[in-house]
């Protein structure tokens, strides 16, 4: 009786693992080589492997014979359908890709990209600070704090940053700024996504008291993986501020770009983001602001960066500057 269950045990065990063979993250060469290690993705026909043994690299798609996934995978194909599932193999040593416990046949060549799967959950912050002293002939000192921090929650998407600058030289202030930026975003079909933004701002050595920007906008990320992430928004708003003890307010058009871009294997990022709103009212003044800059780890979570901030307004308060520049040199922290 015990031999007999044993055999049923046995039986159905094969059974349950007959119908696919799945390894953990492996890919088989057309030559007959094989990669073993964690499949990253799949991106312009390159698809991006990590072995445990060296840091990750990619080859072309063209070049692979079947691939095998031990996690989910967001799959997209080329006649522009998108399913979850892992790659494996079927009894017979075919292509498959297996979607809700259901497998499906798989051409690679009918693949356009593919990547892992997002946390329901993720939140990425930063803050920084910068200075700059000089003393002797002229007694200066500039200072600035900014903060930043994106959260994922499911398909929600919410950025914000903070930015606090103050400048004095021979004790009279010549820079006082304060900003304040936040954007949220709904992927309803991913890439795309619609959301709103507002923004506070108030710069009142250029005889700007106060602004206000709300809006809504619809956007679209152009990539999105570990190396890099790019994407854009544009919308209509309403605007509110007071230049000069003037108060003017209106409609606006939004435009919004962000870009990030890690090199050498994450320890340095380039990074640039810039927004241009449109003022329909009053002098029609179109405003731009922009940040470029890069960070390089320097220990831990403990960063350094170097970051160029240029405003430029056409209609400014009368006898400010149309545009300003800041050159920031900082250390900061990633939690």
Same mark, same amino acid.
């Given at each position: 009786?015990?031999?007999?269950?044993?055999?049923?045990?046995?039986?159905?065990?094969?059974?349950?693992?007959?119908?696919?063979?799945?390894?953990?993250?492996?890919?088989?060469?057309?030559?007959?080589?094989?990669?073993?290690?964690?499949?990253?993705?799949?991106?312009?026909?390159?698809?991006?492997?990590?072995?445990?043994?060296?840091?990750?690299?990619?080859?072309?798609?063209?070049?692979?014979?079947?691939?095998?996934?031990?996690?989910?995978?967001?799959?997209?194909?080329?006649?522009?359908?998108?399913?979850?599932?892992?790659?494996?193999?079927?009894?017979?040593?075919?292509?498959?890709?297996?979607?809700?416990?259901?497998?499906?046949?798989?051409?690679?060549?009918?693949?356009?990209?593919?990547?892992?799967?997002?946390?329901?959950?993720?939140?990425?912050?930063?803050?920084?600070?910068?200075? %700059?002293?000089?003393?002797? =002939?002229?007694?200066?000192?500039? !200072?600035?704090?900014? &903060? *930043?921090?994106? #959260?994922?929650?499911?398909?929600?998407?919410?950025?914000?940053?903070?930015?606090?600058?103050?400048?004095?030289?021979?004790?009279?202030?010549?820079?006082?700024?304060?900003?304040?930026?936040?954007?949220?975003?709904?992927?309803?079909?991913?890439?795309?996504?619609?959301?709103?933004?507002?923004?506070?701002?108030?710069?009142?050595?250029?005889?700007?008291?106060?602004?206000?920007?709300?809006?809504?906008?619809?956007?679209?990320?152009?990539?999105?993986?570990?190396?890099?992430?790019?994407?854009?928004?544009?919308?209509?708003?309403?605007?509110?501020?007071?230049?000069?003890?003037?108060?003017?307010?209106?409609?606006?058009?939004?435009?919004?770009?962000?870009?990030?871009?890690?090199?050498?294997?994450?320890? %340095?990022?380039?990074?640039? =983001?810039?927004?241009?709103?449109? !003022?329909?009212?009053? &002098? *029609?003044?179109? #405003?731009?602001?922009?940040?470029?800059?890069?960070?390089?780890?320097?220990?831990?979570?403990?960063?350094?960066?170097?970051?160029?901030?240029?405003?430029?307004?056409?209609?400014?308060?009368?006898?400010?500057?149309?545009?300003?520049?800041?050159?920031?040199?900082?250390?900061?922290?990633?939690?």
């Amino acid at each position: 009786m015990i031999c007999s269950f044993r055999a049923w045990a046995v039986a159905l065990l094969m059974a349950s693992l007959s119908p696919l063979v799945f390894a953990q993250d492996r890919l088989v060469m057309n030559n007959g080589d094989v990669i073993t290690g964690e499949i990253k993705r799949l991106e312009k026909g390159d698809v991006y492997i990590e072995p445990p043994y060296t840091d990750e690299f990619s080859v072309s798609i063209d070049d692979v014979a079947s691939i095998e996934s031990g996690e989910t995978m967001e799959v997209t194909l080329e006649d522009g359908s998108e399913v979850s599932g892992q790659f494996a193999l079927d009894s017979a040593g075919a292509q498959v890709v297996v979607v809700d416990g259901q497998t499906r046949p798989l051409l690679l060549s009918s693949l356009t990209s593919f990547d892992e799967p997002r946390d329901y959950f993720t939140r990425d912050s930063n803050i920084k600070f910068s200075t %700059v002293t000089n003393s002797g =002939n002229t007694d200066s000192n500039a !200072n600035e704090i900014y &903060a *930043d921090t994106l #959260i994922n929650v499911g398909d929600h998407r919410h950025n914000m940053d903070l930015t606090f600058r103050r400048d004095e030289t021979d004790d009279v202030t010549t820079k006082e700024q304060d900003l304040f930026n936040y954007q949220y975003g709904w992927m309803f079909s991913d890439p795309w996504y619609v959301g709103g933004s507002f923004t506070y701002e108030r710069d009142p050595i250029r005889d700007l008291q106060h602004r206000y920007v709300a809006g809504l906008n619809v956007g679209r990320d152009i990539w999105d993986d570990d190396v890099k992430f790019l994407t854009f928004s544009i919308g209509v708003g309403y605007s509110e501020e007071e230049i000069a003890d003037e108060a003017n307010s209106g409609a606006v058009g939004l435009w919004k770009l962000d870009y990030t871009h890690d090199l050498w294997g994450g320890d %340095v990022s380039f990074f640039h =983001n810039h927004s241009i709103t449109q !003022n329909f009212f009053a &002098a *029609d003044n179109t #405003i731009f602001k922009s940040n470029t800059g890069v960070r390089t780890e320097l220990f831990a979570d403990i960063y350094a960066d170097v970051t160029f901030r240029y405003d430029y307004e056409t209609e400014p308060a009368e006898g400010a500057s149309k545009d300003d520049t800041t050159l920031s040199i900082g250390v900061g922290a990633s939690f």
